[in-house]
Every structure is written in C-alpha cells, then in structure tokens.
C-alpha cells in the first residue's frame, strides 16, 4: 500500500517569506508526527497530533512555526517569516495506533527546505 | 530527559566482515529502543526495536541488537556486511520526555560504509 508521502520534495524560499509543508500519512493511521533533520544531525521532534489534535508541540522551536490537521488525516506545517537556520529535511512519520511510546513510526522521504 | 549516543560518526567494514554499530542511551523510564536505516534519497525504514520482551532483538535483513539495561546499550549487529547494507543508521528511544511523550529522540547517526 502507499507510504507516507511529503510535498513538495524540494522547496527554495527566500529569507522571510511564507511556507507550507504537507504530509499526507497513511490511510487508517491516527498519529502524525513532524520531525527535522539538519545536516549531519539526527531527525528531531517537532510536534505529535493524535487525531485533530496537537497532543505534544513541545518541540516547535518558536511561533514562527505551527502545524494543524484539521481533518485527522493530512497535516501542513507552516513556517512563517523564513530564517536561512530553518533550513533542513522536514520529515512526516505517522503511526497506526493512537500514538504509544512502542508505536513503529512509519516515515515519508522528507521535504528538503533551503532559505536564501 | 532522554538522549541517545551514536560512537563513532562513520564506520567502515569491508564486504562479508561483522557489522557492529554501537548505540548508548539514557532514559529516566524504561526506554523503547528503535534502529532506523536511511538509505539516500529515501525515508527512514525501521530495521527493528526492543519494547521490553526478548532483550535480543532480530529485525529485517539480517540485523539484530540486544538491550542490556546495565550497560544502557542497544547495539545493532550483522554478523556478514553487504555492499547494500551501505547507509546511515540510527538508534532512537521513546517514552520519555524530549522527543515528546510519545515522539522519538534520535542519536546523530552513523554512516556505515562498505569497503569491497
């Protein structure tokens, strides 16, 4: 069946703009997690939704940043007045159960985001 | 809060030699312990995780890693490399606070080089 997959594959903006990142998960899985990756560095935890709901953003690095999943299905995350720090891969993973430490998280190939 | 260690950035083995990445954690709660492969271009694909049943973990391709709670390790093993096991590796925990209640902290990775 289809993974998870991440659109765009690539994205280039210029200082201070306006993205948006979409993640579209797996048919049937309740939880959608958000993750960045920065060159030579190990993905890090954005923030979860289980269902609608962000349960856990504690990983936003600041309100420039924010995320929803207004359906429970696809999710966007969003990224305002751009810094040439937020560039990285942004990865999407999704989980079939409501979200549990021992849940396999189930990645997409990433969103590659560059500032200028 | 919990963190993982990744020794040693790359490795190097030469084509049918043992595959030994090694992987430290800490955790405040009892961890569940994740190895993930990326291969260029692509997403993280689970190789395997321990969730506290067997403390030795058999995952796909040939690898496996056994939990042992008085070393606070989960090393990944593969007693015969292949040229296609050429990739960045990395261990992850959950469970526990900095990766989000149920989100995943994840070492730096290794890149694991096959020589011929």
């Known amino acids: 069946g289809a993974g998870v997959s991440q659109t765009p594959s690539n994205k280039v903006t210029e200082k201070g703009k306006y993205v948006e990142l979409r993640c579209d998960p797996i048919?049937?899985?309740?939880?959608l997690y958000w993750y960045r990756q920065s060159l030579g560095q190990g993905p890090e935890f954005l923030i979860y939704f289980q269902g609608t709901g962000a349960a856990d953003d504690s990983g936003l690095p600041n309100d420039r940043f924010f995320a929803v999943r207004p359906e429970g299905s696809v999710s966007t995350l969003k990224i305002q007045r751009t810094e040439r720090g937020d560039s990285a891969v942004y990865l999407c993973?999704?989980?079939?159960?409501?979200?549990?430490?021992?849940?396999?998280?189930?990645f997409g190939p990433g969103t590659r985001l560059t500032v200028l | 809060a919990q963190s993982v260690t990744q020794l040693g950035s790359h490795v190097s083995v030469s084509e049918g030699a043992l595959v030994l990445l090694r992987c430290n954690y800490s955790?405040?709660?009892?961890?569940?312990l994740f190895w993930y492969v990326q291969y260029p271009n692509q997403g993280l694909q689970l190789l395997l995780k321990y969730t506290s049943a067997a403390t030795l973990v058999k995952g796909i391709n040939g690898f496996e890693a056994e939990f042992k709670k008085s070393e606070t390790s989960f090393h990944l093993t593969k007693p015969s490399a292949h040229m296609s096991d050429a990739a960045e590796y990395f261990c992850a925990v959950s469970g526990g606070s900095g990766g989000g209640a149920d989100g995943l902290t994840f070492g730096k990775g290794t890149h694991l080089i096959i020589q011929p």
């Open positions: 993973a999704s989980s079939y159960l409501a979200g549990g430490p021992a849940d396999t998280q189930y």
């Open positions: 048919s049937g899985h309740t939880a």
């Open positions: 955790s405040s709660v009892p961890p569940y």
